[in-house]
């Protein structure tokens, strides 16, 4: 095993519940993330790690490698997606396998493409000075342009480098471009990893994602979008 993949599936979501199996083109969410893994050149085994029975029954139905439940104190609304990750590397190094990339796959992201997870793990491998690799989207609106609003209901520019009201950015054309991280890939060298559970390393390098496959499904405002945008494709 060189390469495994790690879907983090925790059972409690605040914003959107059941997230997670909610219905997305006929089928739960995480089966997107399931069969993307699953049609991946790259990954060895990519193993589903939840905390929930019937999520792992969910995942099973659908093609997912769920072979253990993640212990409660990893499942909290502070446990991290670094830790379900850490703790998926200590069950197969517990089982001889000593892999040197670790991929985390989110399920929030659905539009991703095998071919995304493949050609991140790739720039990943021929960047020997990289330890992390993280996927990225241009920001649509710059974040340049972001106000505060205080406590009479005025705005006030948040960056005082860029005053709206003085020198500010005018057009978009004219700031410089910035990205987000889209949730759609983030792989690292596991010796990496292992020495400080993080994706954000120095140095750290970008897989750049357009936007029409960097939804990343927060609210339920995002989960509606995404059926349209699904139906959509299928039909055009």
């Known amino acids: 095993m060189d390469v495994l993949g790690v879907v983090p599936v925790r059972s409690g979501s605040k914003r959107v519940p059941n997230k997670n199996v909610r219905e997305l083109g ?97 720039k990943l491998r021929r960047s020997p000075e990289a330890k992390s690799i993280v996927a990225v989207t241009e920001y649509r609106v710059p974040p340049q ?40 890939v983030f792989a690292a060298r596991v010796d990496s990893f292992l020495a400080d559970p993080e994706f954000y390393k120095q140095p750290t390098i970008s897989y750049e994602m357009p936007a029409e496959r960097s939804l990343d499904i927060d609210e339920p405002y995002d989960l509606e979008l995404a059926r349209a945008l699904y139906e959509y494709r299928n039909k055009n």
Not at 42 to 59: G, Q, W
Not at 150 to 173: C, I, N, T, V
């Open 26 to 122: 006929g089928k739960p969410l995480l089966a997107h993330t399931i069969e993307q893994a699953a049609s991946s050149s790259v990954l060895d085994r990519c193993l589903i790690s939840t905390d929930d029975e019937e999520i792992a029954t969910v995942a099973r139905e659908h093609g997912g490698d769920a072979p253990f439940l993640r212990p409660d104190r990893l499942a909290t609304d502070t446990a991290s997606s670094a830790d379900a990750v850490a703790h998926a590397l200590e069950w197969v190094h517990e089982r001889g396998h000593e892999p040197t990339i670790v991929v985390l796959l989110q399920v929030t992201t659905p539009f991703r493409t095998s071919a995304d997870i493949d050609e991140a793990v790739e």
């Open 145 to 184: 342009w972001a106000f505060e609003i205080d406590d009479e209901g005025r705005l006030r520019s948040h960056f005082s480098a860029y005053d709206m009201w003085d020198d500010g950015p005018g057009r978009s054309q004219e700031t410089a471009t910035l990205y987000h991280p889209n949730g759609a």
